[in-house]
C-alpha cells in the first residue's frame, strides 16, 4: 500500500520531467507547444468532471476519468501524481474511505494544478 499523502505537505520541487515529451516531439517545438497545451486543457477539463462526480459520490466515474488521464500524466513526468492516481484505481469501491479517497483527489488537484500553473510560464 503507498502512503496517503498529507494535504498540507510542500509539493516537491520538480513537479514534471518533460524528456519523454521531448523524446517524443523530436525537436518539433510546435508539437511540443502544442501538446503542453493540450496536456493543461484535458487536466483542467478532467478536474472539473472529476469534482462534479465526487459531489454526487460517483467513484466509479473518477477512477474511469483518472484511468484515461494517467498515460498523459506518465509522460508529463508527473510522478507523484502518477502515484496518487494508481492508488485512487486500486481502490475497491464497496470499501471506499471517504476521508482517505478525498485526501487523494486534493493532493492530485493540487498537484495538476501547480503543474499547469508551471506549463503555463514561459
Known amino acids: 500500500d503507498l502512503p496517503i499523502p498529507n494535504p498540507m505537505e510542500k509539493?516537491?520541487?520538480k513537479l514534471f520531467d518533460l524528456q519523454e515529451l521531448r523524446t517524443i516531439a523530436a525537436g518539433d517545438n510546435e508539437f511540443f507547444r502544442h501538446m503542453v497545451s493540450l496536456f493543461i486543457s484535458q487536466?483542467?477539463?478532467a478536474l472539473l468532471e472529476i469534482r462534479g462526480?465526487?459531489?454526487k459520490r460517483e467513484f466509479a466515474a473518477i477512477q474511469k476519468i483518472l484511468h484515461k488521464l494517467k498515460p498523459s500524466v506518465g509522460v508529463m513526468g508527473i510522478t507523484t501524481a502518477t502515484e496518487i492516481i494508481k492508488q485512487i484505481e486500486e481502490t475497491e469501491l464497496h470499501e471506499i474511505d471517504e476521508s482517505v479517497f478525498s485526501v487523494l483527489l486534493l493532493r492530485l488537484d493540487t498537484i495538476l494544478k501547480?503543474?499547469?500553473d508551471q506549463l503555463r510560464l514561459p
Request: proline share 8%; hydrophobic share 15%; aromatic share 16%.
Open 53 to 55: 462526480y465526487y459531489d
Open 43 to 45: 487536466n483542467e477539463e
Open 11 to 13: 509539493l516537491p520541487e
Open 114 to 116: 501547480e503543474v499547469n
